[in-house]
Nanobody, 127 residues
Framework: QVQLEESGGGLVQAGGSLRLSCVTS????????MGWFRQAPGKERDFVAAISRSGAGKKYGDFVKGRFSISRDNAKNTVYLQMNSLKPEDTAVYYC????????????????????WGQGTQVTVSS
């Protein structure tokens, strides 16, 4: 059983920063790809960022525009999402996802390709 647990969400003013964390636990599992998605009320779950096991491969959603940065610490089974210059439209539940398949920019932005998901952490950005 693989479990993902997000943390670090909260309420922040526009222009502020947050760092989300996601810890993987359970059976021995070193996911090839870790990703972040987000879902605002009434909207679909959108791709935010993904990273390969080595960290060499990364992909970001178009809306990120240099504001967010994804990283991972394999020794701690943790992936991070550093979010800067936050905007009210970044308000959403942020979900961590993991997948064993090797990283490819062709698929890492597709939510149905991920087998494992966390419960999500709420991020609220006030104006």
């Amino acid at each position: 059983q693989v479990q993902l647990e997000e943390s670090g969400g909260g309420l922040v003013q526009a222009g502020g920063s947050l760092r989300l964390s996601c810890v993987t636990s359970g059976r021995t599992f070193s996911p090839a790809v870790m990703g972040w998605f987000r879902q605002a009320p009434g909207k679909e779950r959108d791709f935010v960022a993904a990273i390969s096991r080595s960290g060499a491969g990364k992909k970001y959603g178009d809306f990120v525009k240099g504001r967010f940065s994804i990283s991972r610490d394999n020794a701690k089974n943790t992936v991070y999402l550093q979010m800067n210059s936050l905007k009210p439209e970044d308000t959403a539940v942020y979900y961590c996802a993991a997948e064993a398949t090797a990283f490819s920019s062709d698929w890492v932005d597709q939510r149905d390709k991920y087998d494992y998901w966390g419960q999500g952490t709420q991020v609220t950005v006030s104006s």
